[in-house]
């Protein structure tokens, strides 16, 4: 069985990604890792030549800044990635996501379990999304709690946006991937990085979406869905974590919008329920 890895970056270093910790936190379990590195304004290719490692394969690209439909440059750009995998499986990472090293055997494993299974086209984690501080993740229907993150090379698929991936049954239709739990986890910290490069983020990236930048103000959320992370970080990402005490306080005058009320009732639908209604890009078998 082989391995690929890919990610694509831009911008990494000025945007405050823990791009550099996200891919090492992997590069044990694979044996080639694909980067596609956009044209940057910041030392981001520097940075990950400077990794050093015989597995790592750097592509350098530049972006289509007239394409402003649905992020759908981001969806180029992971898939110019994923079309130079040569393993079985090839393994997405994005720069703000990081795996623990106890997991790495437990997630192989998977790998190696289901690689000749026909019926397994993709493999998903849980999601850990933390927010303000190392030691605060959102829980909500409204933040996925699941996503597939590794993909068979043999399978057909695409991502739209980046986000997610589609499998083309055909030319014209396109359907989720048929997937199976590792039984890990994906330590989500995009939204630990300080305003300041949340709203430059915004500034750099929302015109692929066709939209105008959107105003991060950390304090502006619901405190409902802010729990306590009481686990270890992995190690890799120790050192690069804000280092704050105590649960992030949002501000206690803030006034849920429509969608957060919304996602309020369904979070006691699922206590009713005993249910899980986040939005899922696969279907589990």
Known sequence: MKIS????????????????????????????????????EDDTLTL???????????????????????????????????????????????????????DLDKIKASMQMHVDNPNVEALVFDFYHFYGNA??????????????????????????????????????????????????????????RSEEQMNLKSEKVQKYWGGEPVRIDYSQMDQSIIKEFSDTHPKIVQDWLPKEKGVYQANPNYQLTSKQKKHRLMIKLEKLLNVELSKKHYKLI
């Open 5 to 40: 890895a890919f990610t694509f970056i831009k911008n990494g270093e000025i945007l405050g990604y823990p791009f550099i910790q996200s891919i090492q936190s992997i590069l044990p379990i694979v044996d080639e890792f694909v980067i596609n590195v956009g044209q940057s």
């Open 135 to 192: 030691n605060s993740y959102l829980d909500s229907p409204g933040w996925y709690r699941s996503e597939a993150r590794i993909i068979k090379n043999s399978v057909r698929s695409y991502a739209p946006d980046g986000l997610f991936w589609l499998v083309l049954e055909s030319n014209k239709k396109g359907r989720y991937p048929k997937a199976k739990h590792t039984g890990a986890r994906c330590y989500h910290y995009g939204w630990v």
């Open 48 to 102: 990950i030549q400077s990794i050093n490692n015989p597995k790592i394969r750097i592509i350098q690209s530049t972006w289509n800044d007239n394409m402003h439909d649905r992020g759908y440059v981001y969806g180029q750009q992971k898939m110019i990635a994923q079309f130079n995998c040569t393993g079985d499986w090839a393994f997405y990472i994005e720069g703000d996501e990081v795996y623990h090293e106890d």
